[in-house]
């Protein structure tokens, strides 16, 4: 069986090039004015993170919709739908606490956007954020917390060090995972402090001995519930 290639003359259309809405174009400008009002590089990553991913969902659900003036609240609702519709790369439906966070910072461009004379839906300031149920933390009695305590590994004493630190001062784990590490008062007999960011000092707080002061990075060890985060260091006295 013979194949038969026909060769046509001519060639292929350019592909129509990206461009910017009036939306997308506001989005950039309100960048720049958070970086010149010297906003941390960790709020600039979360409204990339969740502006960004707005602004691809109306190019491709919604290409007409290039303009403020096109961009009616009915829009955002069907967006926050498809968010909380949609599972995470880890196979979940997206917390309650995550949609609230994305519904904050996309109003924060929203209202900019309409202090900077751009027609807004006047509808969106009196959008409600999703609601956030109170979870109730998960208790262990002191015979678990020995059982966690005798699982961590004996050659590796930052783990029960973490431990404790979680039970101990209060903080969750996932500020234990946005732990600070800072001399607060230049570096006095090798001594670190370990401080939790956005939380109060005297609750977060605890002191620890190194032998020397290289950068530590955090990262979580994926165990169950988070409660092992493992703090990289080259020794803990």
Known sequence: MRTTVRVIQGRLADSEPHRTSAIEAAYQHFRLDKQGSLVSPKTLRHYEWTIRPFLRWL????????RFEQLG???????????????????????PATLNDLHRLLMTFLRW???EGYAVDPRM????????????????HIAQLRDVLAACNPERPQEELIVRMLVGSGVRAAELCG?????????????????????????????????????????????????ATMLECPRFL
């Open 59 to 66: 190019d491709e659900e919604h290409p007409q919709v290039a």
């Open 179 to 227: 732990l600070a590490v800072r001399g607060p008062d230049g570096w006095t007999a090798g001594g670190w402090s370990f401080a939790c960011v956005g939380t109060p000092a005297p609750r977060a707080k605890s002191r620890v001995e190194c032998q020397s002061r290289p950068s530590w990075p955090l990262r979580s060890s994926g165990t169950k519930r988070g409660i």
């Open 113 to 115: 956007a309409e202090d």
């Open 73 to 95: 609240v009915d829009l955002v609702r069907e967006y926050r739908v498809w968010v909380a519709e949609r599972p995470t790369n880890r196979g979940r439906l997206p917390e």
């Open 125 to 140: 300031r009196r959008l409600k954020a999703p609601r956030v149920p109170l979870k109730e933390p998960t208790v262990f």
